[in-house]
Structures are given as C-alpha cells and as structure tokens.
C-alpha cells in the first residue's frame, strides 16, 4: 500500500476488479480502509475512496488471508538502495515466502507478479527459490512467478496508471502471462510480454535513460552558457528532430560509433569545457565508454583463439568508403599487431578511390590495407577461420549458413545473451 500499491489497488478497484491491499504498516491499513489514501498523490484519494464505498477495495495486514480470497497477488514492496548501491530484497524475500507459505496450506493456481523494480536474475534465482522453499515443491501445478514493471510517476500516478507507455509483463510463456495482461482490460496502451529478466531491465534501462536525458540537457546547458548561447533554445532544437534525435536512430546496442563526425566533434566539446573548467561528467566519459566496446570486441576475438580473421565491413558504416576514425579500422590495427592475419570484405572501400583525409588516415593506421581487402566473400570465406560481421555490409548473404566456423556479430554479440 505504498505509493505503486495503492496507485494500483484504487485503479485495478475501478476497473471493476475485487482487490485487497496488504501491508504490515496498520496506519496505513486503517486510512484505507477509512477510504483514505495514505499517501498524497492528485485524484487518488476520489478514485480509492469510492473503490472502498463500492465494496471492491479493503485493506488488511492479513497476507494469508488476501491469498485465499485472490487469484493474483500484485507486490509492490520497496527495493532501495543498500548502502553499496545493491538491490535490498529481504522485504520481497518476505513477502513471497508470506504468499508461499500460505499456498502451501491452500494449493490452488495463483500468479505471484512482482511489480517492484528488480533487476534481472533475482527473481529468476533467489525469489523462485523462497518461493518453492515455502511452498515446500517446486513451481507448478498453476503457481506462476512473473513480473509486471510500474512506469507510473510520483505526482501524475492516477493519470499514468491509465496512460502508461505500454503494459509490460515478464513471464515464461504467454499463457502465464494472459491472466496479468487482463487485468489491464481499461488500460489503452499497447501490451507486450517477455522472459522476465528482459522485462525487469526494461524498467532499470527506461529509468536510467531518463536520467541520462537530464544529464545530457544540463551538460549541454552548461557549455551553451559558457558559450554565449542558449541552451534551452538549443535543446528544443535538438527535440524538434524527431528523425535522428527523438526517435529509435542510434538506440540500437551493438558496436562502437565512429566516423569522421562523431568522435571529432566530442572531442571539441570536451576540450573546450576542459579549457573553461566544466565539469562534464558525461559527455566526458563517452568516448572512453566506446572505446571499451572495441576492447570487448578484441577480447571476444583474441579469446577465440583462432589467427585467421575474415572481416566484413571496414568503413564506419555501410554505404560510405570513409575510414576516418572507423573502429574497424582500430580493430584490424589491434589484431595484426597481435599476430592476426585479416581479410576485409567491404565493397564499399576501393583502395584506389580513397583521396584526402580519408587515405591519409589509412595511410598512417593500414598502410597495407590493399593487401588485405578481397572483393569476392568466397576469397574472406577461403581464408578465415573466423568471420567477424562488423556493419550492414554483412546483409549481403547469409555468413553463418556460408561459413563453417565461427561467426561472431559485432552488431548482436555485445549485447544479446
Ligand atoms: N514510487 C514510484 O514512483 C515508483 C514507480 C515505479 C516503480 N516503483 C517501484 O515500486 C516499488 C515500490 O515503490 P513505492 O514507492 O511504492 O514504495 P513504498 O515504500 O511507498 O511502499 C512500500 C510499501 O510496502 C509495505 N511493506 C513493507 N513490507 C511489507 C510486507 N512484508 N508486507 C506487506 N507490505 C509491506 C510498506 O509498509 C509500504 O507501504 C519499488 O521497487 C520501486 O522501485 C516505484
């Protein structure tokens, strides 16, 4: 009966669902039953008031009593911090033993949904494991453990419980999932359903991204001051693109970024703030941040084991011949000087073609980039033992079908378990 418990009880209530709320907190039990919220949140007190006059919302400290007369059980204890930033869990480890034990007494199906923020792997490991403790057997026999991250703000809660970016369910299949995805039958939003621990770091990733955007907001504000700009002008600008900025471009994890623009104009950034004595914290960070993708990308590689490297796609990105500042062309540095011997398939880099800036820097980084290019895939194929897939290039065909050996993706391997 927190500030996500009560938002939800009230709500599920006026969607015409029967709904006890449990806490340990007997204060907060007696306001709401008294049709009282016990936390201050706009048009949330109308809403549970007469969710309670209706019959179909009550309070209780009584958790073994809310189990037998429930099919769900929504939990939305606390996870705070603990002192070195961890996830505290005794108060979920309680509560689903709570749940556990008195399903032990009185097995029926039930579905325990974890609405409280969790990071993936808690509930998957330690909570499963309370849970089947003290239901003395394992999960089954219609006992389902998902999860059902909140997006609701503090302040607009009532508002965003109806209006929610999307309903988002954590479970092993869509059947486990349905009976939770039904409760939301009032709520237009789209509904999606995932393993769990997808789920559990879509709410953790959702949160971090919204402090990232201040972040980056305030940083930028505070080099448009320094600069005799106006960064609030500047920002709206920056959100009035929706085509590169506000939108999914570049919000795919997979490689490092580079190019002739990105890392430059970073770089100019973070010099002139150095110069002024700024502090940007972030903006600072993120080329050391790109730069340890490319060191997982090598030790990925190095770990395989295997000296002879295909590699598709060397210029930034597919579509351009331009080199500068391409990781790839960082990656074949690194792995021929550890002995490596590559072979690059990118159609879109002709030795021959490449002029100014672009051959001077392939001069100093690949002098003997020619010698390592093949224009047929069938010649990379002939010579790797291991083909890396560095950009679109690598749509062409179908490399793992191609090649028997390995294959690793720099587009998904960083990123997908
Ligand atoms: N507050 C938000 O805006 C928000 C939004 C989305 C997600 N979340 C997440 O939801 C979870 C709950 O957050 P909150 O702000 O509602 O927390 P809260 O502290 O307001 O509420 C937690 C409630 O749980 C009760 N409780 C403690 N132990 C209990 C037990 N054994 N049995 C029954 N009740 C017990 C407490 O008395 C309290 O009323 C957290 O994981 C949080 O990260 C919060």
């Known amino acids: 009966m927190g500030y996500v418990g009560c938002v939800t009880a009230a709500c599920l209530g006026k969607d015409g669902h029967s709904v006890i709320g449990v806490d340990v907190d007997a204060d907060k039990v007696a306001e709401v039953n008294a049709g009282k919220a016990p936390i201050s949140e706009?048009?949330?007190?109308?809403?549970?008031?007469?969710?309670?006059?209706?019959?179909?919302?009550?309070?209780?400290?009584?958790?073994?009593?809310?189990?037998?007369?429930?099919?769900?059980?929504?939990?939305?204890?606390?996870t705070p911090s603990a002192d070195d930033g961890s996830v505290t869990i005794h108060i979920l480890e309680a509560v689903v033993a709570d749940i556990g034990k008195a399903l032990r007494d009185n097995p029926k199906p039930y579905h325990l949904v974890i609405r409280?923020?969790?990071?993936?792997?808690?509930?998957?490991?330690?909570?499963?494991?309370?849970?089947?403790?003290?239901?003395g057997r394992p999960l089954g026999d219609g006992v389902v453990l998902c999860n059902n991250p909140e997006f609701l703000r503090?302040?607009?809660?009532?508002?965003?419980?109806?209006?929610?970016?999307?309903?988002?369910?954590?479970?092993?299949?869509?059947?486990?999932?349905?009976?939770?995805?039904?409760?939301?039958?009032?709520?237009?939003?789209e509904r999606f359903v995932?393993?769990?621990?997808?789920?559990?770091?879509?709410?953790?990733?959702?949160?971090?991204?919204?402090?990232?955007?201040?972040?980056?907001?305030n940083e930028i504000g505070s080099v448009a001051k320094s600069?005799?700009?106006?960064?609030?002008?500047?920002?709206?600008l920056v959100c009035e693109d929706t085509k590169l900025n506000i939108s999914r471009a570049?919000?795919?994890?997979?490689?490092?970024?580079?190019?002739?623009?990105?890392?430059?104009?970073?770089?100019?950034?973070?010099?002139?703030?150095?110069?002024?004595?700024?502090?940007?914290?972030?903006?600072?960070?993120?080329?050391?941040s790109n730069e340890s993708h490319l060191k997982r990308a090598l030790k990925m590689i190095r770990d395989h084991g295997q000296k002879k490297v295909g590699l598709v796609g060397l210029s930034f990105k597919n579509g351009t011949d331009d080199l500068r500042e391409s990781p790839m062309v960082d990656l074949v540095e690194t792995l021929t000087g550890w002995g490596f011997s590559v072979k690059i398939y990118d159609p879109n880099v002709m030795v021959g073609r490449l002029r100014g800036r672009n051959l001077g820097y392939i001069d100093r980084h690949l002098p003997h980039l020619a010698q390592m290019l093949v224009t047929d895939p069938a010649a990379l194929l002939e010579h790797a033992e291991t083909v890396v897939l560095c950009t679109d290039v690598a749509d062409e065909?179908?490399?793992?079908?191609?090649?028997?050996?390995?294959?690793?993706?720099?587009?998904?391997?960083?990123?997908?378990?």
């Open 154 to 189: 503090e302040g607009s809660a009532v508002k965003d419980y109806y209006h929610p970016p999307y309903v988002l369910v954590g479970a092993d299949s869509e059947a486990d999932a349905a009976a939770v995805v039904d409760l939301y039958h009032a709520v237009e939003a």
């Open 250 to 288: 570049y919000m795919r994890p997979g490689f490092a970024f580079g190019g002739s623009c990105l890392p430059k104009d970073l770089r100019a950034i973070n010099r002139f703030a150095e110069h002024e004595a700024l502090r940007l914290n972030m903006l600072s960070s993120v080329l050391p």
């Open 397 to 417: 065909q179908d490399w793992r079908a191609a090649h028997a050996g390995k294959v690793f993706d720099l587009r998904s391997d960083l990123a997908v378990a």
């Open 194 to 217: 995932t393993d769990t621990r997808t789920a559990s770091l879509v709410k953790y990733a959702c949160n971090a991204f919204h402090a990232v955007k201040v972040t980056f907001a």
């Open 42 to 78: 706009r048009g949330l007190d109308e809403v549970l008031q007469a969710q309670v006059a209706s019959g179909r919302l009550r309070a209780t400290s009584d958790a073994v009593l809310a189990v037998a007369e429930s099919d769900i059980a929504m939990i939305a204890v606390g």
């Open 116 to 135: 409280s923020t969790l990071l993936p792997g808690i509930l998957e490991t330690r909570m499963k494991e309370v849970l089947e403790a003290a239901l």
């Open 227 to 236: 600069m005799g700009a106006d960064g609030r002008k500047v920002m709206e």
